[in-house]
């Protein structure tokens, strides 16, 4: 590696040193407590899997630059020269690492290996050494965000192919739009993913609470934090903050995407409208009786998969809890506390990387496929399109036999 | 199929879920030689927005887009 790219990684490292960040990288005190803590490592117990060997190449990179016992005595204090070999580790790293967090929880510190690998993740992407895929998605993303012209007049005439879905399943107002789109002085501004799965459901439960709402132009998912580019996920995020400015709208409901759930919660504090998920606005209809859903239509038994982002890392727990209830009698959880639930092993961009991460994926979360099937249940429930995909691949693989649903369809199906 | 535009590769990406229309579109029309068409199918009503701003992005172009009730057609020419 050239001086002038070592420069220019260390520049990004450094923009990366805010005070939580360094505390983490100083405070691994080697317990080892959440060697059992992460799913790739209990999965495929290799060392290169526990959380804290992951942020250990991260760590030593700091010591030598950012230290001064490193800068001075290079071969002191377990540095690490920032060389290609340490790029492919720290690739190896961060991309087996969903940041699901699980490995926090267990922390005597509270570390955060997933913030650790977002230094990792920034210096493969000033190396151009990061999954190309991931740089493209976020790429279309932005340009979306830059040529609404283009796509709009296409964009709202397949929507309108889509109504006559939502009508036939809860019908609307003589004269009320069964998707609005673009609607100045709406409530709700709701942020969907590409398909139509993830539109239709959620219209209709929106139409059935007789909801003041408006579809964004926009999808909801931030390829920008899976791909650990803190401007692009800025870019991707501003899209929908300066739509929901622009329509006024008083909330922002993100569709089943956790990482899009979590970014928008996280980073549009500060906004004139609040975040929330789709499962916590069924929650609410359902609380406030503007929705009533048939109960115990479902057959067997139903678990529910917390997805990291919306969970763990969201605080989103008791309403999809509620909403089974409000479904079944025989709902079972799979992991005695939510916050300990195992991730799916498709996060962090994993998913999105397709079929070049399926082996991975598939080995690398055999323990969440244990504990689904420890369950007995028919139907597996989960509120987020990556883990949806996710635990469609390791329900054929491991050959789980049940039905993996989205939450959000399963209340549409479910209204009186 | 249109008309006048030869595919040279058909790819059917309907109902798949996020991101598997672009991942996949982004790896065939590496299958096909500079110049080569793809046509790509799909029914979900983002793909009319994440095409154009895919191709935008990955420097290939769209020749031509048929949108028939709830299907889209995109062919596609590999420029690079
Ligand atoms: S964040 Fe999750 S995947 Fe990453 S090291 Fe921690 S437990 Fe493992
Ligand atoms: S639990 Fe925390 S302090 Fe202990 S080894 Fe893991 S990261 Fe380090």
Same mark, same amino acid.
């Given at each position: ?22 505390? %983490? ?15 790739? %490592? ?22 030598? %630059? ?8 290079? /071969? ?41 690998? $977002? ?15 991931? /740089? ?21 005439? /397949? ?19 069964? *998707? ?59 899209? *929908? ?17 956790? #990482? ?16 929330? $998920? ?6 609410? %209809?359902?609380?406030?009786?503007? *929705?009533?859903?048939?109960?115990? #239509? ?119 | ?80």
């Amino acid at each position: 590696m050239d001086d002038t790219t070592r420069d220019e990684l260390l520049r990004l490292f450094e923009s990366k040193l805010k005070r939580a960040a360094k505390l %983490y990288l100083e405070t691994c005190s080697r317990c080892g407590v959440c060697v059992s803590a992460c799913h790739v %490592y209990a999965s495929m117990p290799q060392a290169k899997y526990i959380a804290a060997y992951r942020a250990e190449i991260v760590r030593r990179i700091y010591k030598r %630059y950012f230290t001064k016992k490193g800068r001075f005595w290079k /071969s002191l204090g377990e540095s690490k020269e920032l060389s290609e070999l340490a790029l492919s580790e720290l690739y190896e790293a961060a991309y087996s690492c969903t940041g699901c967090r699980r490995c926090m929880v267990f922390c005597p510190f509270g570390i955060d290996t997933q913030l650790i690998m $977002s230094i990792a993740k920034l210096l493969l992407i000033g190396a151009h050494a990061e999954p190309e895929i991931l /740089s493209l998605l976020a790429d279309t993303s932005v340009a979306k965000g830059e040529s609404l012209e283009i796509f709009r007049e296409g964009f709202l005439e /397949s929507i309108k192919t889509l109504e006559n879905e939502v009508v036939e399943r809860w019908r609307v107002e003589a004269g009320q739009t069964p *998707i609005p789109v673009d609607q100045k002085g709406a409530d709700l501004l709701y942020v969907a993913l590409a398909g139509a799965h993830s539109i239709v459901p959620a219209a209709v439960v929106f139409n059935a609470a007789k909801e003041n709402w408006t579809l964004s132009f926009f999808e909801a998912v931030n390829f920008g934090a899976f791909v650990g580019d803190p401007v692009k996920t800025r870019q991707i995020l501003d899209r *929908i903050v300066n739509e929901a400015r622009r329509l006024g709208v008083k909330e922002v409901v993100i569709c089943e995407c956790g #990482t899009a759930f979590r970014v928008m919660k996280s980073m549009a504090k500060n906004e004139p409208f609040k975040v929330s $998920s789709i499962t916590e606005v069924h929650a609410r %209809y359902i609380r406030e009786g503007r *929705i009533k859903l048939r109960k115990n #239509t479902l057959e067997g038994t139903v678990t529910y998969h917390d997805p990291c982002q919306l969970a763990r890392n969201g605080g989103v727990m008791d309403e999809p809890r509620f909403i089974l209830r409000a479904l079944t009698d025989d709902f079972a959880e799979m992991s005695p506390d939510p916050v300990m639930n195992w991730c799916c092993g498709g996060g962090g961009g994993l998913v999105a990387m397709g079929e070049d991460t399926l082996d991975f994926r598939m080995k690398s979360a055999s323990v969440k496929a244990d504990q689904v099937k420890k369950t007995g249940a028919k139907i597996l429930a989960t509120a987020c399109e990556n883990c949806h995909t996710q635990l469609s691949n390791l329900n054929d693989h491991y050959q789980m036999g049940v039905d993996v649903r989205f939450l959000s369809s399963m209340v549409a199906d479910a209204l009186e | 199929m249109s008309d006048d535009i030869k595919a040279d590769k058909v790819m059917d990406l309907k109902g798949l879920p996020c991101p598997m229309p672009v991942v996949k579109i982004s790896k065939g029309i590496k299958e096909v030689a500079v110049g080569q068409v793809v046509e790509a199918v799909t029914s979900d009503p983002g793909a009319l927005a994440d095409f154009p701003a895919w191709a935008k992005t990955s420097g290939n172009e769209i020749m031509k887009t048929e949108q028939e009730g709830k299907i889209t057609r995109f062919f596609i020419r590999r420029v690079k």
